[in-house]
């Protein structure tokens, strides 16, 4: 249905179900059992739907989105790679959706075996002594290893270091995760290509440092050429290196981050290891640590006996407990799906075609889009809008333009470096006829923005809905049916 | 260098080379320090094909045991309609990203929006965020709430009788934040509400968070506490199992400001501990500390209705080390995957799943105690979920159970053994249970 606009509560008629039970089967009236005053006496008015009515519901707002099986998405800094489709098929097994997460371990062993197995490859692929699974997502991964951080600190008795410095290019995440772990931020300044100033750190690497956080390549793609040398610089005054896993997708098979100097780090998996970032989630963001630093990880955890079984373990340095269980555990399956799908033989050309994907794209588009900072991109790269400033074309202008193309638009006015920040990661996964196409609609967008730029500052102009009122969104909020039944009445 | 993932012909490499103007891939490389260059084999095993990978699944699947489940804890074995699964696995869901570009993203934030309105229909309170990473750390999240929400104030009261697990994570995040816990006693299986009352004199309190149904199965009575909170100045929050609000008095009719809980109950595979999604929901009071996303409903160019994500001055990616949170995406897909279980569901059918499974628990509660092998612990209301007390072996017991099939009651020490019963179970499992239980070995 080309112009469908129900919301599922519009479909709702009173007595119409979408479920069946059981009859009655325990001769029991439970419910009488508990005092009327505990009992809710307004009814929640969830709809009322038939099974195919809500069937068609969902796939119809299905059809109102744009994924990677759709067609290209070169979101900076989300690594938007294929998700294979095996993986999704292995992860609903029943023998491991089933499980109970306090089922005896006996009951559990192939799943905590899988779960091992996999903090071993990444422990491995990281170049670390050992990870912990339970953060969810790639920001619980950061405020996990800042905790991990600060717990080191605390266990020699340091109780000054509470500043940890981030540098101005860094996602958004990071200031905030270092807030949420109670960590005061210390900015250090980038160099014009983004990288650190590592004369703008020396000064500040005093004994309040906990730690640096960075990711490299950094946000604008570059290698941080000097990281030995921070890293010296960081460890000699104290503090320990957290790096930012956001980034690790072009150094698979070229750089392990603890080769780097890196202490602590996390992994997006639903970046690097291709698993669905589900429309915002769930993903999981696992964190690795040097050797010095494996008894902070948080509770719990997963050991291998030495009689070859596995079972679930506290220790008593650790940090504490981050997540209820051990992680978003279904996410984990997909991630140890490809990894074996990939093997030693493939994962070490991850790295390489991403990085050369996005440097494809980058060299045939500077003609056209203002590189700030040439030479060898990583996996991803930053163009500051149209090159041709003269037309008054945005770069919000072009990612909508794009929408009218078929192509997801990349990540724009990220990072703060530049006004027109346009960030564009092509993953390994793409063919060179998919890049090819997306190159072609690049130009075409930036000729329409000479000769007709009206309409691209239109745009978009196909989509199913067209640009959207965000202001009064924000300013009289109706973020429930309720609220908006009486707004349209 | 190509493989089922990667699609890059010798030819392709080479024309793309050409065009980047280096000889080799290596030379992309060239920046990197020569002594941080990998140069070892990932210790990993070699690549496998379909059916391998299907094999080495198998085996171990294998070694895990699907059990017909009795424990609960926090995870409940309620049934997921078929439909689900099968919505769920559109890739326009599942492999679209944050819905940053609304006009592309409908699906997505009509989903959010219709999550938020149904979880808001549970709670009572009118603003749910589109989800966190699950209950305990929705909970640590409304603790932060409710510090930067009552200003200068920095203790907050969690009660003893909320999963132990959630209170730890709560713990570890006020740990490292800053921010003082007090944890209330429990009495009797409930909430030391008097404990409450003593520690609101001092008054520095900014909020306090009890459980509905709490630890035990017991579902408590919070009679006049908002009242007090009120107006010792701080705000209440309810940690709730979502699926029983269908039946139970709402965080809204306690008197609360927020909620918040874990979104396992609404038919998600227990999953080995996740993924599930926590919720938060609010009033208007709370509304700007919430944490992570909210989708709006509002117009497009055309007048016609949209939704959008709002609110977003608040959001870490703006706001950066002004951030209350750091949360920055939500359990999307398990938010879709409750929306439509409660659409399948619906206002009737999740009544009736909690009714069946309260008669359910209820019949084996009097089963056990019919043995004259346990006796109550508490003497308490409760819903499908309670504890009893004995003095028989349990350790061995729920061996014997495993050896059967069964995960059996969760031990919680003294004797004390927790059983929970969904919709899933019929009357004879039931019996076999208890049969199993009781039988002279």
Same mark, same amino acid.
């Given at each position: ?29 439970? @419910? ?47 690594? @938007? $790679? ?19 997460p306090l ?29 912990t699974l339970n953060p969810y997502a790639g920001a619980h991964g950061e405020l996990t290893g800042l905790m991990v @951080?600060r717990q ?20 958004g995440t990071n200031?905030a995760s270092a807030m949420v772990a109670g960590l ?6 980038? $160099? ?74 996390h992994i997006n998996l639903h ?6 970032h589900g429309g915002g989630g769930p993903g999981s963001g696992p964190v690795?640590?040097? $050797? ?5 990880l948080p509770n719990p955890h ?12 506290e220790?008593?340095?650790s940090l504490g407990n981050i997540s209820t269980f051990l992680g978003n555990f279904g996410v984990m @399956? ?54 041709? $400033? ?100 | ?62 070694? &895990? ?8 804890g926090g995870v409940y074995?309620?049934? +997921? ?9 559109? +890739?326009?869901?599942?492999? %679209?990203?944050t ?5 592309? +993203? ?6 959010i929006?219709?999550y938020q +309105?149904?979880i808001?229909?549970?709670t009572?309170l009118?603003a749910t965020n589109a989800s966190m990473y699950d209950g305990a750390t929705a909970a640590a999240e409304v603790m932060f709430m409710m510090v930067a929400s ?6 907050v009261l969690i009660s !003893?009788?909320i999963a132990g697990n959630v209170i730890k994570v709560v713990k570890t995040y006020a740990s490292f934040h800053g921010v003082d816990v007090?944890v ?9 509400? %008097? ?8 008054? !520095?309190?900014a909020g306090v968070i009890v459980p509905t149904? &709490?630890k ?15 107006? %010792?100045?701080?705000y209440?929050g309810v940690y709730a199992d979502p ?8 965080p809204?009719?306690?008197?609360a400001?927020v909620a918040c809980g874990d979104g396992q109950s609404l038919?998600m595979?227990m999953a080995f501990g996740g993924p599930y999604l926590g919720f938060i929901s609010c009033?208007?009071?709370m509304?700007?500390k919430m944490p992570g996303r909210v ?6 160019? !055309?007048?016609?209705? %949209? ?7 608040r959001e870490q990616h ?5 951030a209350t949170s750091n949360i920055c995406s939500n359990q999307s897909l398990m938010a879709?995957y409750a ?14 799943? &909690? ?23 508490? &003497? ?62």
């Amino acid at each position: 249905m080309k112009h469908y606009d129900k919301i599922i509560f519009e479909l709702s008629r009173a007595g119409r179900k979408g479920y069946e039970l059981p009859a009655d089967k325990y001769g029991v009236d439970g @419910m009488a059992e508990i005092p009327a005053d505990l009992l809710r006496t307004q009814e929640a008015e969830l709809p009322e739907v038939s099974e195919l009515e809500v069937v068609r519901h969902y796939t119809n707002l299905s059809n109102k989105n744009f994924g990677v099986d759709t067609g290209f998405y070169p979101l900076g800094s989300c690594t @938007m $790679k294929y998700n294979p489709k095996i993986n999704e098929e292995l992860a609903a097994l029943p023998a491991f959706m089933s499980l109970h997460p306090l089922q005896d371990e006996k009951a559990i062993q192939g799943a905590l075996e899988l779960y091992w197995n996999l903090q071993r490859m990444l422990s491995n692929i990281a170049g670390l002594a050992e990870f912990t699974l339970n953060p969810y997502a790639g920001a619980h991964g950061e405020l996990t290893g800042l905790m991990v @951080m600060r717990q080191y600190h605390r266990s020699r008795g340091d109780h000054k270091r509470t500043k940890v410095i981030v540098p101005n290019s860094a996602h958004g995440t990071n200031p905030a995760s270092a807030m949420v772990a109670g960590l005061e931020v210390v900015e250090v300044k980038s $160099k014009p290509n983004g990288s650190i100033d590592v004369e703008d750190l020396k000064p500040l690497l005093d004994d309040t440092i906990a730690g640096i956080m960075m990711t490299n390549p950094n946000t604008l793609g570059m290698f941080e050429t000097e990281i030995l040398e921070i890293a010296d610089l960081v460890h000699k005054a104290g503090g320990l290196l957290y790096y930012d896993g956001a980034n690790l997708n072009p150094l698979l098979g070229k750089v392990r981050p603890g080769d780097m100097g890196f202490d602590i780090m996390h992994i997006n998996l639903h970046k690097t290891f291709s698993t669905p970032h589900g429309g915002g989630g769930p993903g999981s963001g696992p964190v690795g640590v040097a $050797k010095h630093l494996v008894q902070f990880l948080p509770n719990p955890h997963v050991v291998k006996r030495e009689d070859g079984t596995f079972t679930i373990s506290e220790g008593e340095e650790s940090l504490g407990n981050i997540s209820t269980f051990l992680g978003n555990f279904g996410v984990m @399956m997909k991630a140890y799906a490809y990894i074996l799908s990939l093997g030693k033989e493939n994962i070490k050309n991850v790295g390489p075609l991403a990085t050369l994907n996005a440097n494809y794209i980058k060299e045939s588009l500077k003609d056209d889009y203002l590189l700030p900072i040439d030479g060898v991109c990583k996996h991803e790269f930053v163009f500051d809008g149209l090159k041709d $400033k003269s037309t008054g074309v945005t770069t919000l202008n072009v990612a909508k333009r794009l929408l009218d193309y078929g192509f997801h638009a990349p990540t724009i006015y990220f990072p703060l470096l530049f006004h027109e920040s346009m960030m564009i990661e092509p993953t390994e996964t793409e063919s060179k006829e998919t890049l090819d196409d997306f190159i072609e609609v690049m130009h075409k967008v930036a000729k329409e923005s000479r000769e007709t730029p009206e309409v691209v500052k239109e745009a978009p102009l196909t989509t199913l809905v067209r640009k959207l009122d965000e202001t009064t969104a924000a300013k009289n909020p109706i973020l429930n049916y309720r609220t908006l039944k009486a707004a349209e009445a | 260098m190509s493989n089922r993932y990667m699609p890059h012909t010798e030819e392709d490499l080479k024309a793309m080379l050409d065009k980047i103007g280096v000889a080799s891939i290596d030379d992309l490389y060239v920046d990197v320090p020569g002594e941080v260059i990998y140069k070892e084999e990932y210790d990993i095993p070699s690549a496998m094909s379909e059916i391998e990978l299907r094999k080495h699944f198998e085996e171990l699947a294998g070694k &895990n045991r699907t059990l017909t489940v009795f424990g609960g804890g926090g995870v409940y074995d309620h049934y +997921s309609p078929s439909v689900i699964g099968h919505l769920l696995a559109r +890739s326009e869901f599942y492999t %679209a990203y944050t819905p940053y570009q609304p006009e592309i +993203s409908q699906g997505t934030l009509q989903y959010i929006f219709e999550y938020q +309105s149904m979880i808001s229909e549970l709670t009572g309170l009118e603003a749910t965020n589109a989800s966190m990473y699950d209950g305990a750390t929705a909970a640590a999240e409304v603790m932060f709430m409710m510090v930067a929400s009552a200003k200068k104030r920095n203790r907050v009261l969690i009660s !003893d009788t909320i999963a132990g697990n959630v209170i730890k994570v709560v713990k570890t995040y006020a740990s490292f934040h800053g921010v003082d816990v007090t944890v209330i006693p429990e009495k009797d299986g409930v909430t030391d509400l %008097a404990a409450i009352d003593k520690e609101l004199e001092t008054g !520095d309190v900014a909020g306090v968070i009890v459980p509905t149904p &709490n630890k035990y199965g017991i579902i408590e009575d919070f009679t006049g506490l908002a009242d007090k909170v009120h107006a %010792a100045k701080g705000y209440l929050g309810v940690y709730a199992d979502p699926s029983t609000l269908a039946v139970l008095k709402t965080p809204v009719e306690w008197g609360a400001d927020v909620a918040c809980g874990d979104g396992q109950s609404l038919g998600m595979p227990m999953a080995f501990g996740g993924p599930y999604l926590g919720f938060i929901s609010c009033n208007k009071s709370m509304i700007r500390k919430m944490p992570g996303r909210v989708v709006g409903a509002t117009k497009d160019a !055309d007048g016609k209705r %949209a939704f959008v994500l709002t609110l977003q001055a608040r959001e870490q990616h703006i706001r950066r080390e002004k951030a209350t949170s750091n949360i920055c995406s939500n359990q999307s897909l398990m938010a879709l995957y409750a929306t439509i279980y409660l659409s399948l569901l619906g206002k009737e059918g999740l009544k009736e799943v &909690n009714v069946m499974s309260c008669d359910g628990a209820h019949y084996l509660y009097n089963r056990l105690i019919a043995t004259g092998k346990f006796t109550p612990a508490f &003497n308490k209301p409760f819903l499908k979920e309670f504890v009893v007390k004995t003095d028989l072996d349990m350790e061995k017991i729920n061996k014997r159970l495993l050896d059967n099939g069964i995960m059996g009651g969760i031990l919680l020490g003294d004797g004390m053994v927790e059983f929970a019963v969904t919709e899933k179970r019929t009357k004879e499992e039931i019996d076999n249970l208890v049969n199993l239980m009781t039988e002279e070995q």
